[in-house]
């Protein structure tokens, strides 16, 4: 050892021919005693138990859902399953195949998968006769029939549910059926069968005491409401669910709920509550990082900042709002967006800008056949040339709107016939009748001077 060799054989380090001290020999027994108890120590640990080893696989999936991972979250219950159907476990089985379900369908927005993991999981709930778990998984499948579109499935599947829940109760079953009945006669336009089905699962989610049940049944009672046109109803509901949603900290429900409230508020000319609650709702979709909900939000903070004249805040939230549909190429967004910020400029006196942004919005509207667009765009072409004393051309948008509006049966259509009017009133008939002669030869000279565009 003195010359910085190794010990090739462990045994010839307790044999004395090399002439060690006895001190050493009994150091180095010592140590190996130790060695020895420690690594049977180690080995005697006992391993996780089969119960232990899923709670630690699901514990996993929990986790990486909070950071998003969804498919690491899916290989961690598929582990946990693979152990339950060795173990023959089928209780365990049934809950793994739920949670594989709403990762596909809640996280991943993938109903197909889903409904092929709830279906197996179903099959086992009936085999070990769980009604209580059969309820539950029928009202997920009903969901993700819902979430496809097909309407009738999940209201049979619902229906399903009702009946179960006659042979044994389920409160929490039963109003999440009546809520799953009441958002499939909502889509289908049955707005006051809607209203009742909510209104029957309110007081039982009150009585399960469920906080995020009472505020979602709340919340779609304001959609009925809405559905119903009977909006300070709606409002009234909104309200309550956003205040129930802020106190069981549900960020994401609570940004729809604002953006909600702010469509109201624009319907009742509220400009200012608009206003708040689409503020409001920019910095929580920020906070979550829902890039497609802060878009909406701050198109609805820019209306409501028009509506209040409040023209730099309008600029500001618009500039906002297209930077981030150029970001998520939302076309047809950008296109509106651009009318809006036109409009600012118009009402600002800077008419040159408002026509780039009208033009930029035209080219955007007819790559997208996007005609009723198209139509507002010209009428508000019309209206800025016609202020700009720009007569043929003010009058050639105006024909070609009114055209466009009628043939797509336009809301905007009344609008565009007033502004024609009190454009024909400010010239005169005399006038009139001379331009509109003009006009009608060249009508596409006209429309390519102020779009750009010759194909009309």
């Given at each position: 050892?003195?010359?910085?060799?190794?010990?090739r054989?462990?045994q010839?380090?307790?044999?004395?021919?090399?002439?060690?001290s006895?001190g050493?020999?009994?150091l180095?027994?010592?140590?190996?005693?130790?060695?020895?108890?420690?690594?049977?120590?180690f080995?005697?640990?006992?391993?996780?138990?089969?119960?232990?080893?899923?709670?630690?696989?699901?514990?996993?999936?929990?986790?990486?859902?909070?950071?998003?991972?969804?498919?690491?979250?899916?290989?961690?219950?598929e582990?946990?399953?693979?152990?339950?159907?060795?173990?023959h476990?089928l209780?365990?089985?049934?809950?793994?195949?739920?949670?594989?379900?709403?990762?596909?369908?809640?996280?991943?927005?993938?109903?197909?998968?889903?409904?092929?993991?709830?279906?197996?999981?179903?099959?086992?709930?009936?085999?070990?006769?769980?009604?209580?778990g059969?309820?539950?998984?029928?009202?997920?499948?009903?969901?993700?029939?819902?979430?496809?579109?097909?309407i009738?499935?999940?209201?049979?599947?619902?229906?399903?549910?009702?009946?179960?829940?006659?042979?044994k109760?389920?409160?929490?079953?039963?109003?999440?059926?009546?809520?799953g009945?009441?958002?499939?006669?909502l889509?289908?336009?049955?707005?006051?069968?809607?209203?009742?089905?909510y209104?029957?699962?309110?007081?039982?989610?009150?009585?399960?005491?469920?906080?995020?049940?009472?505020?979602?049944?709340?919340?779609?009672?304001?959609?009925?409401?809405?559905?119903?046109?009977?909006?300070?109803?709606?409002?009234?509901?909104?309200?309550q669910?956003?205040?129930?949603?802020?106190?069981?900290?549900?960020?994401?429900?609570?940004?729809?709920?604002?953006?909600?409230?702010?469509?109201?508020?624009?319907?009742?000319?509220?400009?200012?509550?608009a206003?708040?609650?689409?503020?409001?709702?920019?910095?929580?979709?920020?906070?979550?990082?829902?890039?497609?909900?802060?878009?909406?939000?701050?198109?609805?903070?820019?209306?409501?900042?028009?509506e209040?004249?409040?023209?730099?805040?309008?600029?500001?939230?618009?500039?906002?709002?297209?930077?981030?549909?150029?970001?998520?190429?939302?076309?047809?967004v950008?296109?509106?967006?651009?009318?809006q910020?036109?409009?600012?400029?118009?009402?600002?006196?800077?008419?040159?800008?408002s026509?780039?942004?009208?033009?930029?919005?035209?080219?955007?509207?007819?790559?997208?056949?996007?005609?009723?667009?198209?139509?507002?765009?010209?009428?508000?072409?019309?209206?800025?040339?016609?202020?700009?004393?720009?007569?043929?051309?003010?009058l050639?948008?105006?024909?070609?709107?009114?055209?466009?509006?009628?043939?797509?049966?336009?809301?905007?259509?009344?609008?565009?016939?007033?502004?024609?009017?009190?454009?024909?009133?400010?010239?005169?008939?005399?006038?009139f009748?001379?331009?509109?002669?003009?006009?009608?030869?060249?009508r596409?000279i006209?429309l390519?001077?102020?779009?750009?565009?010759?194909?009309?």
């Amino acid at each position: 050892m003195a010359n910085g060799g190794t010990i090739r054989n462990p045994q010839s380090a307790i044999r004395n021919r090399s002439g060690w001290s006895s001190g050493v020999i009994v150091l180095l027994l010592i140590s190996s005693s130790l060695l020895l108890t420690h690594v049977h120590g180690f080995a005697q640990e006992p391993l996780p138990s089969y119960q232990d080893q899923v709670r630690i696989h699901y514990r996993n999936a929990e986790s990486l859902q909070q950071l998003g991972d969804y498919q690491a979250a899916l290989r961690a219950y598929e582990a946990a399953l693979a152990l339950q159907r060795e173990a023959h476990d089928l209780k365990g089985q049934s809950i793994s195949l739920m949670a594989i379900g709403d990762v596909y369908l809640f996280r991943l927005s993938q109903p197909g998968p889903a409904l092929e993991s709830y279906t197996h999981s179903l099959d086992i709930k009936r085999t070990i006769e769980d009604r209580r778990g059969e309820a539950d998984v029928l009202n997920q499948m009903a969901y993700a029939h819902y979430t496809s579109g097909q309407i009738q499935n999940a209201t049979n599947l619902y229906r399903e549910v009702m009946q179960l829940i006659r042979r044994k109760k389920n409160r929490y079953a039963e109003a999440t059926a009546l809520n799953g009945l009441g958002n499939c006669a909502l889509a289908e336009g049955r707005s006051q069968e809607a209203l009742q089905y909510y209104q029957e699962a309110l007081p039982l989610r009150k009585k399960e005491k469920h906080r995020q049940g009472v505020a979602n049944t709340t919340y779609n009672i304001g959609r009925a409401y809405v559905a119903l046109s009977d909006l300070e109803k709606a409002y009234d509901y909104f309200q309550q669910a956003l205040a129930l949603r802020q106190a069981t900290l549900d960020i994401r429900a609570e940004v729809v709920t604002l953006i909600d409230l702010g469509r109201l508020a624009l319907r009742l000319n509220r400009w200012e509550q608009a206003q708040r609650h689409y503020v409001e709702a920019v910095e929580l979709a920020r906070r979550v990082k829902s890039e497609a909900v802060e878009l909406e939000a701050l198109m609805g903070a820019g209306s409501a900042s028009l509506e209040l004249d409040q023209m730099e805040a309008a600029r500001r939230h618009l500039s906002d709002a297209l930077r981030l549909a150029q970001k998520l190429s939302q076309r047809r967004v950008e296109s509106a967006i651009r009318i809006q910020l036109g409009t600012v400029d118009y009402k600002g006196g800077q008419y040159e800008a408002s026509i780039e942004h009208h033009r930029q919005a035209l080219r955007i509207a007819r790559e997208l056949s996007d005609h009723r667009a198209v139509g507002e765009i010209l009428l508000n072409l019309g209206q800025i040339h016609a202020t700009l004393k720009r007569e043929p051309p003010a009058l050639a948008c105006f024909q070609q709107a009114l055209s466009i509006l009628k043939q797509t049966g336009s809301p905007l259509l009344p609008d565009a016939e007033r502004r024609v009017a009190a454009f024909k009133q400010a010239l005169g008939e005399e006038r009139f009748q001379q331009l509109n002669q003009d006009v009608t030869t060249n009508r596409l000279i006209y429309l390519h001077q102020v779009t750009g565009l010759l194909d009309w």
